[in-house]
C-alpha cells in the first residue's frame, strides 16, 4: 500500500523494534495536519483524493528539509525528495532499509529510544543523530517524530522530519575544544576542593563523607584500585576535629607479614631479632589524630586480633611488651578486596569486620562516572602543564573522546599516569593521548590483583553456564569450583554476576 497516493515502494525502517513499544489511546484530541480553512481548494470534497494525496506529496517533496511516514505497523510509507536525495535512492525504496542502517551506530539507541517514547506515549519527541548520506559521509542531524491522527483522535500514522545541523554543531565542539583546559574545574566554594567530579555517583559518597567525618566512627572505604580511596580517608580527617592532629597512613599490603604488628604497635629494644632500639608504632604517631589503614585485608590473622583490641577497648600492647597503652586514635581503613568473601574463606575475621565497617563509603570505578572523566583531564592537564612549565591551551576532541571511552582498568591513578606522560610529550599548545597507551596491552596499568579478579569472574560464570545457575547441590557450581556453596555465594554477589542469566526452563 502506498501512502498519499504516493508511488513508494513501502520498506520497513527497523520496525519490530519500533512495534513492540508502540500502545494506542484512542482518547486523544485530532492532531491538525493542514488548516482547513487555508486550504479549502485543496480538501474540497469534490476533488478526489488521490490529487488531494498528490498534491501533500508534492508540497512534502518540496520543502528543504527531511521528511517520512511511518504506518502504525512501522513500516515506512513515504519519504521526501531531500530525505531521497540525501540518503541515495537504494537507502530510501530497498524493503532491506533500516534506521540502523543510516544512523551512527553511537547515536542509534538514544534515537530509538526517543522514537519507542513518541510511540509508547503518542508524543512529539526531539532527538539529535547523525545520519549517513549516501556517500557514507555522516552529518548532524536535529530529528523529530510526531503522531497525526484520524478524526476520532486516534493515531494513523507518524510523520518525521530531519533539520541539518551539522554546522550549529560543529561550530559548538570547536568553542567547547577551544575552552576546554580555560574552564575552571576547581571550585573553591566546594567542601571537597581537592576531589575533583560533579557525578551524582561521586557527589553521593561525598555527601556520605560529609556526614561521618565529624564523628568519631570507623570508616570502611572500599573500591577498585586507584579510585582515590586514600584521597577520600584524607578529606575525612581534613574535615574532622583531629584536622590540627596528625593522618598516618599504612599500608598493610605493602610491610611484610611478620614486621606489621610492629609496624602499627611498635616494640620494645629486643622484642626480636633485629629490634636493635625500642621504636614507636603508628598507632602512637597517630595520637589524637587519624590512622588510615590502606589494605586491610592484608592484614595477617594475628594482627586482626590485635586491631579489634584497639577498635573496641581502645588499648594495645607494643610487641615485646606488657605495658598497656591507651590509644586516641580515629580509625580508617580501606581495602579493594571483598571483605566478605575472605571472611567465607577463612582470611579475615568477621567479628574485625563488623567492627570497621561500621561506616561503609563505596568509591565507584572510574567507568561507572565517567562524566566525571572530562573535568580530570582539564584538572591533570592544567597541573602537570604548569608543574612541566608548558602552555597548553586546548584539548583535542578525538583524544577526549577516546579518554571518556576507555574502560580505566587502573581508574584515576591510570588517568593520572597517562595525562602526565602525554603532558611531557606535548609539543604543541593542544593537548593529545597516544592511542596506543590506552589499547597496546588490554590493561597497561592492571595489577596483578585485579587480574585474577577478572579470571576468577570468569571461571564463575563458566561454572554457572554448565550447572545452568545452580550453585549447591550434587550438580551445582559450588562442586564444581571445589568450595562451599555460601562461598561462592558471596563471590557471585560481589563479582556483580547475575545468575539468572543462567537459568534455563
Ligand atoms: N576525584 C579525584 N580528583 C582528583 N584526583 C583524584 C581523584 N580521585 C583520585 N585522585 C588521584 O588519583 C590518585 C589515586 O588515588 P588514591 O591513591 O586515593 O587511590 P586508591 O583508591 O587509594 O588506590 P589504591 O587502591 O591503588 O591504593 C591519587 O593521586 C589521587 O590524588
Ligand atoms: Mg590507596
Redesign the pocket.
Known sequence: MSYLGANVETASISAGEIRDFRVSHTDRPAVPILDIRSFDDLMDADVPVRVRARHIEQIMDFVPQHMFMLEPSGALSFVNRAAREYLGKSDTVSPSEKLRAIIHPDDFDALLGSYRDAMAHEICVEAEARVRSKNGQYRWFLHQLFPLSDEHGRVVRWCGTRIDIDEQKTLKEQAQQENLVLRKVIDTKSTFE????TSPR?QAVLARVAKVARTESTVL?T????????????AIHKRSDRANRPFVSV?CAAIPRDLIASELFGHEKGAFTGAVQRRIGRFELAEGGTLFL??IGELPAETQVALLRVLQEKEFQRVGSNQTMRANVRVVC?T?RDLPAAIEEGTFRRDLYYRINVFPVE?PALRDRRE?IRS?VE??VDSFARKNGKHITRIEKKSLDRLQTYSWPG???E??NIIERSVIMCESESFSVDESWLSTQPHPSR?LGEEMVSQEKELIETALEECKGRVSGPSGAAVKLGMPPSTLDSKIRALKIDKRRFYTN
Open positions: 581537592e576531589i575533583v567530579g561521586l572505604i573500591g577498585e584500585t586507584g579510585t582515590g580511596k586514600e584521597l577520600i580517608a584524607r599500608n590502606d589494605e580501606a579493594h568509591v566525571d580530570l584538572y591533570f581508574n584515576i591513578r588517568l593520572q595489577p
